[in-house]
């Protein structure tokens, strides 16, 4: 099993920028990867996705402001997230996927381990 540390996590002013990182104990070369979100009284919900030959996918909230990105060598994951709003505020969640799959999603059972975690918040 594949153990993800998150970090990166803090505090910001609306406007400002962050960036994530995600150290997987294993290669996710060529597995799907992904960034998820979840607010205090909120579902989880997926923020972004990469997946074979890098392709990616993001929720509508975070388009032009956040990127994920691999290093495979480095077995790391990113987000990079700029122009941070209020409403980013929440834990954000790595995780990725066992086996090599075609198709990425935001789907929250479409991954198998998780990361435990780290903590954006955005003041306004």
């Known amino acids: 099993q594949v153990q993800l540390v998150e970090s990166g996590g803090g505090s910001v002013q609306a406007g400002g920028s962050l960036r994530l990182s995600c150290a997987a104990s294993?290669?996710?070369?060529?597995?799907?990867m992904g960034w998820f979100r979840q607010a205090p009284g909120k579902e989880r919900e997926g923020v972004a996705a990469?997946?074979?030959?890098?392709?990616?996918t993001y929720v509508d909230s975070v388009k032009g402001r956040f990127t994920i990105s691999r290093d495979n060598a480095k077995n790391t994951l990113y987000l990079q997230m700029n122009s941070l709003k209020p409403e980013d505020t929440a834990t954000y969640y790595c995780?990725?996927?066992?086996?090599?799959?075609?198709?990425?999603?935001?789907?929250?059972?479409?991954?198998?381990?998780w990361g435990q975690g780290t903590q954006v918040t955005v003041s306004s």
């Open positions: 294993g290669s996710i070369y060529g597995r799907n």
């Open positions: 990469i997946g074979w030959y890098d392709t990616t």
């Open positions: 995780t990725g996927t066992l086996a090599v799959r075609r198709t990425i999603s935001l789907a929250e059972t479409a991954y198998d381990y």
